[in-house]
């Protein structure tokens, strides 16, 4: 077991295609965790993530703030408490339009 503040994990620029963007690698392969990876991503107001797909899912928490995901139908609104699950290859973008910071948990499968 490993108990630790989040804090004292590095926040790293996001992944290419990424404005205004941070994300912490809070348990991963090096914590011990062999199947799953747990990351905290920070978006600034009018920042975003990157608009992509891959082949595994996400499980989303939010923590702070709100925003919406612009998906290949649209638009779709999330605020703080929401839970968001994104299938595989489902193309994604999470985007912050409002005036404050938003603070998100993202699984992930290792593949």
């Not at 994990?9 to 011990?32: H, N, P």
């Not at 638009?75 to 290859?89: A, L, M, Q, R, T």
């Amino acid at each position: 077991m490993k108990v630790f503040n989040y804090r004292y994990v590095k926040s790293e620029d996001a992944e290419g295609g990424s404005e205004g963007t941070k994300v912490r690698w809070l348990i991963t392969k090096d914590t011990g965790a062999n199947n799953f990876a747990m990351r905290l991503f920070e978006i600034k107001p009018e920042g975003h993530t990157p608009l992509h797909e891959h082949p595994w899912e996400h499980e989303v928490f939010v923590l702070e703030g709100e925003g919406i995901i612009m998906t290949r139908n649209g638009e779709v609104k999330f605020k703080k408490g929401d839970v968001i699950f994104i299938s595989p290859n489902e193309k994604h973008q999470f985007v912050n339009k409002s005036n404050k910071g938003t603070k998100f948990l993202c699984i992930i499968p290792y593949i």
